[in-house]
């Protein structure tokens, strides 16, 4: 028997159709269950799935009789039983069916297939076949575009990625015409699929069309800007470029064959680092992780293994390994995060970890919780239906640990540690597989995988380097890369070296570290001058790893000639780069870097070191304020030591992109700047960072960074530090909805800024202030804050904030209910931007008065501002603001009781939003989207937003807005009561 989902549902015995029935969700449930084939599937998760919102009392003996049905239409006895069968296991339902006997899993195994095949007329033709399987989109007569972005999500990316490495195949065939052909209607369908306008662009050149390559290139990269504000990424920047030059052999970049899965949210979440180099032995270890993969699940929790041991014995390598081996089976993705257990510094408290974690699954920075349940929450909720494995890294202890556990059965969780976190297996079951140095002939097959023949030429030798080295696969490649620098020396030479080492001398808190020091003299005294002086000052670097732009600080020279010498210490095993340009240390040679800088490097080398470096953080800061900014006072900065150009791009984009490579270590670098007395820099920075926040989004993590500020300036009684700090914290305690402590930091910027005499940090701080206040709903109290903001702004010219304030009272007058009153004041607002030339600033009062108008239910009126507003979002390019007025538009349409023009606008909203990853805002537009399917009697659309709704308000919590949607909700499920 075949099972058809790729396209309408079907089943087909001996080629001929099985009619299912006319039950579209018993149609429905069949294909779900076909999708995921072997694996039983909870009841609730169906339930859930099937029903899109909440479910009816009767859902799950509905559900019992779709499968009784199901399995009499689909009797496995009527195919000599063999085939199909659906079994009920625990609480769910399981499908037991051949792989290839469903479209989907041919579709994977085919472009599995594809990727080992050399030939591109081959690879064409197997991906051909792989695409021919697809007849419409997934259950394309039984599920909704939601329960398909649940369930389709990674097929659909597939599906794409297959198509484009097929075209590719045809183009290194030579059907460049035919190739563009067919290429044509998908460029148009996905105009921001980059890689595949790259191929286009290469068939039209290729196909003698250079100046329509050039022409699409242009179409592409002002649609980007107008729709999404970026710029063409690099790849597709490179292929223009080529066909510029009229380049003879031009090939799209990243060419090849190349799957990439993707998960129901969004793009493929694939975090882990590069696996190791020259992977040896485990045998065991590697089955038994993969055996506790494949054993029953339940639906009480994801599964868990724990990977422990000392250090140096090769944890992480042996759980990069493994996950690298087995990602195909996590469809949505993999996460990474280090938990720097037994690092020099403090290990990641849990609130860090899940904020690095948030923002990976695409939640903005300043929608994470600041509380570790409530983050937590939010994390399980990210996971909750996706299959996802997380590898926790050098994880301290349990209670690390536990905050990090996704709460969903699809996912799988590997924690490394050099403890044996018994809890974890006591409590959640968490497998353990304790880790040993390696068996004597593990040890010497590393050897060889590193040295190559010499190791047969000197077996005992070899053997005797592996005993000296513990066995330990740290010590093992640290030493076999000493071996493969001196070609011509016996390995009997290294024995005698490593047992006659100097380091016995220095104190050790363990075995394997003391045997991996002796290892790692050797090394580093074979490295260049150049290269022990960088290897030594990378113990410097706050936080898991160093950019090559922060190397090039720390030895003074350009990021490129940083890259050539940090690589001679990737050869020899000293530190690994797990993602490009980026570098790492074992914590065991970290703190060997850190010792050798104490010894080797002269104090005033120390500190001109850390000086660059912060030097360095200063720099890009001081860019991405000015640049992204520009309105923001900003302190004068003037460098200790000269640093390249090349490490300070002049441009905003690539200064906003080295900084959110380092977004994870900033508060690293402020305390760090803290502890070593350089306070005044600390606070500095801690101040130019929060225009790099104000740009990327506010978040949990800047407050470590502003707390570290606050207590470098009051150190040393900086008045205006100490204002500023207040008035950031308050500003991202506003942000995340702590409305108390929020105002606590902002009056005592106030207060700071108002004994200093500057007017003008105090009118600041009141805008902020009026904000907190209104959010509190303390109308009266956030007027009076707007008030007085205006007249100072007014006193000390600065037209702008005055414009601000006027358009901020508005906004109170609107949440008060005296929307009248507002009017004139938007209005006044709307002059004075005008009088400026503030485009930004007049689409925020046109859209102001568009809201008012609405309000007074002046319907015409408002949707003539709130269109004005609209384009004038767009031509300046703010994309959430552009969101927030079509849902204004939408909600305005809603009340004229036009429902089709209202699904249009609130749609086009959601996606805007969606687009920023602003799930607060997309939660509201998903609700009013609700509200207009329920105008038009469609019950069933209006529920499958309202769950969508509630997904996201579970990542951005507000009270009054829950309030509305339970009351939406409500409406919908009981048509009587709306």
Sequence with gaps: MDFLVLGPMAALRAGHRVDLGSRRRERCLLGLLLLEPSRAISIDRLVGLLWEGEPPANARGTLSSHVSRLRGLLDPDRDGGHGFQLRTRGDGYVVDVPLESVDAHRFRALTESAVTRTDPADRSRVLAEALGLWRGPLLADVASDWLRGRVGADLAELRLTTAEAKLDADLACGRHAEAAVEMAGLVADHPFRERLVSLFMLALYRSGRQTDALALYRTVRDRLAEELGIDPGPGLRSMHEAILRSAPHLEPANAGPVMVSAGPGGPARAHLPAPPRHFTGRAAELAGLTATLDAERTDHGPVIATIVGPAG??????????????????????????????????????????????????????????????????YRGQLADRRMLVLLDNAFGVDQVRPLLPGGSGCAVVVTSRNRLGGLTAVEGAHRIALSPLAIGEAAELLRAVVGARVDAEPGAAAELAEACGRLPLALRVAAANLTDDPMAPIRDHVSELRHGRLNALTVDDDSQATVRVALDLSYLRLTPEARRLFRRMSLA???????????????????????????????????????????????????????????????????????????????????????????????????????????????????????????????????????????????????????????????????????????????????????MHNSLGITYGTLRRWAEAADHLGQAERYYREMGDADGEARVLINLGRVRSGQRRFDDAERAYDRSLRLSADIGEPRRVAHAWNNLAMVDLDAGRPAKGVQRAARSLRQFRDQGDSYGQGMALDTLGRLHTALGEYDTALTYLRQALTAFRDSGRREAEGETLANIGATYLRLGDAGAALEHLGSAARCHRSVADPHEESIARRLLAEAHLARGDREAALSELDAAGELRKLAPDAAEEATLRRVTAAAADPSRA
Excluded at 586 to 595: M, N, Q, S
Excluded at 644 to 671: I, K, Q, W, Y
Excluded at 676 to 694: D, I, M
Aim: with cysteine; hydrophobic share 45%; proline share 7%.
């Design 542 to 724: 706050p936080g898991a790893d160093i950019g090559v732009h922060g190397a090039g600080a720390l030895l003074g020279v350009t990021p490129a000639q940083a890259h050539r010498v940090v690589g001679s210490l990737a050869d020899a095993h000293l530190v690994d780069e797990p993602r490009p340009a980026r570098f790492t240390m074992h914590d065991l040679i970290r703190l060997y870097a850190a010792e050798r800088l104490e010894s080797d490097e002269p104090a005033a080398g120390r500190a001109e070191a850390a000086d660059r470096l912060m030097d360095w953080y200063l720099a890009i800061a001081e860019v991405a304020c000015r640049l992204g900014t520009p309105h923001r006072q900003r302190p004068s900065l003037t460098p200790r030591h000269p640093l390249d150009d090349a490490l300070v791009p002049a441009r905003l984009e690539p200064v906003l992109a080295l900084l959110d490579g380092e977004r994870s270590r900033l508060a690293a670098v402020t305390g760090s700047a803290v502890d070593r007395g350089e306070h005044r820099a600390a606070w500095n920075l801690a101040y130019l960072l929060a225009g790099y926040y104000q740009v990327r989004g506010d978040g949990l993590d800047g407050l470590a960074v502003y707390q570290h500020g606050l207590e470098a300036a009051e150190r040393i009684g900086d008045a205006f530090g100490r204002a500023a």
């Design 313 to 378: 014995v090769g944890k992480t390598a042996l759980a990069l390994h493994w996950a690298t081996a087995v990602r195909a089976r996590f469809p949505d993705g993999q996460l990474y995060v280090n938990l720097r257990g037994f690092a020099m510094d403090p290990p990641t408290p849990p609130i860090e970890v899940l904020g690095q974690l948030l923002r990976a699954l695409g939640v903005p920075a300043e929608r994470i919780p600041a509380e570790v349940d409530e983050a937590a929450a939010a």
